[in-house]
């Protein structure tokens, strides 16, 4: 497959590199266009290392003496052999001249004479990013049927902290070869209520109950449900991520709020997803005012928090239910005694002991425990990846069921 991979001129163009490598890894033939700004930030001879091709600069880079008809319209070639343009970081500039139609340097000229997909992935300061012309750019870019991989929350190289963060370039090039070959929408029809993140149970109004849950795991599995054409509803603890494309988000804190929230989208659901990690115990009485240091030791009363998944396991019917166990030791182990315990359909077990894998990683390792009797040990791989994994073995194992009854 070949990929054009622009570069707009902007801090975040160093991770360009980073995504054409990823690109590279999962097979593509990429070609890099650089705006001239872009060369402020990062040399062409990153790219041309990275890639082994020759990275066009300019519309006029031709070497002296050739005079070419070939050389006068590489745009057009570039763009006739292309499968799909992405641009990463489109800065505000670039997103206003292509949603114009302006077509003064190599990048733009050559997306004006582009007929296939184009990704685009947004970078530039918060208050740039939330102007109205620049969402007014973006709406008539998604129009065209253009792909917007949304930038991340954070803090920026202006020293502002907000949205504006080009994506990780792990999601951008998730998000290439999904318009290179589209997901199967074998999920239509399907209601799945996904739960997402931590919950916070509070001590006083200002200190809580918690864990290092980032999320991550379930807003995949509610993204990957979503391309492949489910109506998802995201019960979403408390977590610092762009909310996925095309997704109903309903947004709780504590443990209580989440069940409330399950329970009243449970008669739409056909496939619950409690990726959540939700607090074992609260405090049964938060003190109204903030609990003072006096030096001494202080006690806490804990009480059960209330157990979502055995509710939903209780009262599920036909549905399918997916729990997650999140252990430090064994994750088969328990989530074959989950999956029992709670009248689960499938449960998950990752670790969630090692920096690199489980909370706040990109990636996990898990095992799936299906209620048929199958145990699969999913090697290392991105989130969106072992979401993909689960969908794909939930459906086989419905499949199943409908079969043997």
């Known amino acids: 497959m070949n990929v054009v991979l622009g570069i707009g001129g902007g801090i975040a163009a160093y991770k360009s590199a980073e995504l054409a490598r990823t690109l590279i890894e999962r097979g593509a033939t990429v070609e890099a266009v650089m705006t001239q700004a872009a060369q402020e930030f990062v040399r062409p001879l990153t790219f041309a290392a990275l890639t082994g091709r020759k990275v066009i600069t300019s519309m006029f880079a031709a070497q002296a003496g050739d005079e070419t008809l070939a050389s006068a319209v590489e745009h057009i070639a570039v763009a006739q052999r292309a499968q799909v343009l992405v641009v990463a970081p489109a800065t505000a500039d670039l997103l206003a001249k292509f949603a114009n139609g302006l077509a003064d340097d190599f990048l733009s000229t050559m997306y004006l004479a582009f007929t296939g997909p184009v990704v685009l992935a947004p970078a530039m300061n918060t208050n740039m990013w939330q102007h ?225 894998i489980g909370f706040g990683s990109e990636e996990d390792e898990v095992v799936l425990v299906l209620r048929s009797g199958e145990s699969l040990a999913l090697p290392r791989a991105p989130k969106k990846q072992v979401a993909a994994r689960i969908f794909d073995e939930l459906l086989k194992l419905r499949a199943l069921l409908q079969s043997t009854r």
């Open 132 to 356: 109205p012309a620049t969402r007014r750019n973006l709406e008539t870019l998604r129009a065209r049927g253009h792909t917007i991989v949304d930038p991340d929350s954070g803090f920026l190289a202006c020293g502002m902290v907000g949205p504006g963060r080009l994506a990780d370039p792990v999601r951008i090039a998730e998000a290439v070869m999904r318009v290179l070959k589209p997901p199967v929408r074998d999920l239509e029809g399907e209601t799945v209520v996904v739960t997402a993140g931590p919950t916070e149970e509070p001590i006083d109004p200002v200190r809580f109950i918690s864990n290092r849950s980032s999320g991550r795991m379930g807003y995949a599995i509610a993204e990957a449900a979503a391309e492949r054409g489910a109506r998802v509803v995201l019960v979403s603890g408390p977590v610092n991520l762009p909310e996925p494309h095309g997704v109903q988000v309903v947004r709780v804190r504590t443990a209580a709020e989440m069940r409330n929230a399950v329970l009243a989208h449970l008669p739409e659901a056909t496939i619950i997803v409690k990726a959540a990690a939700v607090a074992d115990y609260r405090v049964p009485s938060p003190a109204p005012e903030k609990i003072k240091k006096t030096g001494g030791a202080l006690t806490l009363t804990l009480e059960p928090a209330p157990d979502i998944l055995a509710e939903v396991g209780r009262i599920k019917g036909n549905r399918l239910l997916v729990g997650f166990a999140a252990e430090t030791n064994d994750p088969a182990a328990e989530a074959a005694r989950k999956l029992k315990a709670k009248n689960c359909d499938m449960v998950v077990g990752n670790r969630v002991d090692r920096e690199d």
